[in-house]
Nanobody, 118 residues
Framework: QVKLVESGGGLVQAGGSLRLSCEAF????????IGWFREAPGKEREWIVD????????SYADSVKGRFTISRDNARNRVYLQMNSLKPEDTAVYYC???????????WGQGTQVTVSS
């Protein structure tokens, strides 16, 4: 069993930055993939980035590539999402989730709200 807790959301002006954190409790990440998703009002949940805990390889959606950076802290069992050059369209609830490679995302956090004002 894995419990994920996100933090770091808030209100920021367009062009600003925020760093989200996802901390895992329970089973360690060792072989997992950790992803960040977001869900804006009236829209479907959208995958935006993921990282393999072992090796650290990453993948980004085009909508955030060049502005967002995912990283991990093995010692603290945390994954971070650094978000720069934020736009109003980045406003959403952001979720972290984890899965075993080749499987669907099985564990989700509760989400953290990010609001970008114009």
């Amino acid at each position: 069993q894995v419990k994920l807790v996100e933090s770091g959301g808030g209100l920021v002006q367009a062009g600003g930055s925020l760093r989200l954190s996802c901390e895992a409790f329970g089973r360690t990440f060792s072989s997992y993939v950790i992803g960040w998703f977001r869900e804006a009002p009236g829209k479907e949940r959208e995958w935006i980035v993921d990282i393999r805990w072992s090796g650290g390889s990453t993948s980004y959606a085009d909508s955030v590539k060049g502005r967002f950076t995912i990283s991990r802290d093995n010692a603290r069992n945390r994954v971070y999402l650094q978000m720069n050059s934020l736009k109003p369209e980045d406003t959403a609830v952001y979720y972290c989730a984890t899965r075993v490679p080749g499987s669907s995302y099985a564990y989700w956090g509760q989400g953290t709200q990010v609001t970008v004002s114009s």
